[in-house]
């Protein structure tokens, strides 16, 4: 029903800044919210940001105050600008949709990106 392109992952030195943008089409009326999620070798995936329709965000405490993620609702469109990157961040990225009738249950994912950030 929904499709999710990502792009934008790569490797980037501890201090640079990188932006992710993700890009969700098909059936789409009206999304409830479109998050990014990161997951890192041995360790389970995590919420990293989110930001509904309405525009109420949060984001994971480890990245509050370097990461920021916006959205185009008309295009349906997401990005995570990522500035201050640490080696602790280096983690597949995947977006995510959550989707109608439901709150808070990420109905549609994308294929996730690589981010590696070197010390």
């Known amino acids: 029903q929904v499709q999710l392109v990502e792009s934008g992952g790569g490797l980037v030195q501890a201090g640079g800044s990188l932006r992710l943008s993700c890009v969700a089409s098909?059936?789409?009326?009206?999304?409830?919210?479109m998050g990014w999620f990161r997951q890192a070798p041995g360790k389970q995936r995590e919420l990293v940001a989110l930001?509904?329709?309405?525009?109420?965000?949060n984001y994971a405490d480890s990245v509050k105050g370097r990461f920021t993620i916006s959205r185009d609702n008309a295009k349906n469109t997401v990005w995570l600008q990522m500035n201050r990157l640490k080696p602790e961040d280096t983690a597949v990225y995947y977006c995510?949709?959550?989707?109608?009738?439901?709150?808070?249950?990420?109905?549609?994912w994308g294929q996730g990106t690589q981010v590696t950030v070197s010390s």
């Open positions: 995510a949709v959550d989707a109608p009738p439901y709150y808070n249950d990420y109905d549609y």
């Open positions: 098909g059936d789409i009326f009206d999304l409830n919210a």
């Open positions: 930001i509904t329709s309405g525009g109420s965000i």
